[in-house]
């Protein structure tokens, strides 16, 4: 397989997560000119729109997304899954770049002894956002019990032996891949804990910043960037 369509099954997948977000709020999602989109104030880290098609005319893009960010009275954001537009001219600040991963479903490593990992239930999670958050409460939930509506939003949480959520993260499965987002804890055990809880498919993920080091000993494969951009209300 191509880098380039990993690149793409990496962003159909995050576009498909965040419009379960979106969705899990009561939000309304749209899809034109290859991208998906929510008009409306959307959860915090979560932006309102994400292109999916690398092929799709930029032009329309960004005319497109720039008629949102201009009725918007809110902080609008856009996940540009390819690093192509040119979105200062829709108004917008680049905020950070990434890069996709891909890793491959073999040999995970193997789960600490005395480890206890399972799929979160909504009776606990907003335990797990909790400690996900570091007990901060400032915010509104972002991950309401209705997320867990959709067949494809799996959250795993890591417990100690006095029954504490330690560790976890959101595998968001859709046809082609798994969505790794919101971990905290040890990553190599989430990792595993995925081979252990989920049937085998390839991660995706991305990660800020331009040091991968950590990612490729985790044997995840980088592929291309991705830049998120803001426009502040």
Same mark, same amino acid.
């Given at each position: 397989?191509?880098?380039?369509?990993?690149? %793409?099954?990496?962003?159909?997948?995050?576009?498909?997560? =965040?419009?379960?977000?979106?969705? %899990?709020?009561?939000?309304?999602?749209?899809?034109?000119?290859?991208?998906?989109?929510?008009?409306?104030? &959307?959860?915090?880290?979560?932006?309102?729109?994400?292109?999916?098609?690398?092929?799709?005319?930029?032009?329309?893009?960004?005319?497109?997304?720039?008629?949102?960010?201009?009725?918007?009275?809110?902080?609008?954001?856009?996940?540009?899954?390819?690093?192509?537009?040119?979105?200062?001219?829709?108004?917008? &600040?680049?905020?950070?770049?990434?890069?996709?991963?891909?890793?491959?479903?073999?040999?995970?490593?193997?789960?600490?002894?005395?480890?206890?990992?399972? =799929?979160?239930?909504?009776?606990? *999670?907003?335990?797990?956002?909790?400690?996900?958050?570091?007990?901060?409460?400032?915010?509104?939930?972002?991950?309401?019990? %209705?997320?867990?509506?959709?067949?494809?939003?799996?959250?795993?949480?890591?417990?100690?032996?006095?029954?504490?959520?330690?560790?976890?993260?959101?595998?968001?499965?859709?046809?082609?891949?798994?969505?790794?987002?919101?971990?905290?804890?040890?990553?190599?055990?989430?990792?595993?804990? *995925? %081979?252990?809880?989920?049937?085998?498919?390839?991660?995706?993920?991305?990660?800020?910043?331009?040091?991968?080091?950590?990612?490729?000993?985790?044997?995840?494969?980088?592929?291309?960037? *991705?830049?998120?951009?803001?426009? *502040?209300?």
């Amino acid at each position: 397989m191509m880098v380039a369509d990993r690149d %793409a099954i990496a962003a159909r997948n995050n576009a498909e997560w =965040c419009a379960a977000v979106w969705k %899990a709020h009561g939000l309304t999602v749209g899809q034109r000119h290859g991208l998906w989109f929510c008009a409306e104030e &959307t959860p915090q880290y979560y932006p309102n729109v994400v292109t999916v098609d690398p092929g799709a005319d930029p032009d329309l893009q960004v005319a497109f997304i720039r008629g949102l960010a201009e009725r918007s009275d809110f902080e609008f954001s856009v996940k540009d899954s390819f690093a192509a537009l040119p979105l200062a001219s829709a108004g917008l &600040t680049p905020l950070f770049s990434a890069t996709w991963l891909w890793l491959e479903p073999n040999d995970p490593p193997p789960l600490r002894e005395g480890s206890s990992w399972r =799929c979160i239930a909504s009776a606990e *999670l907003m335990r797990w956002e909790q400690a996900w958050r570091g007990d901060d409460l400032e915010h509104a939930r972002t991950f309401p019990d %209705a997320l867990l509506d959709d067949p494809g939003a799996n959250v795993i949480g890591g417990f100690d032996s006095q029954g504490r959520i330690v560790a976890g993260a959101i595998a968001y499965r859709t046809a082609e891949a798994i969505g790794l987002t919101n971990v905290f804890g040890s990553q190599g055990q989430v990792i595993a804990a *995925l %081979a252990s809880l989920l049937p085998p498919a390839p991660v995706v993920a991305y990660q800020p910043g331009e040091d991968l080091s950590q990612a490729r000993r985790r044997g995840f494969l980088p592929l291309g960037p *991705l830049t998120v951009w803001r426009s *502040l209300a």
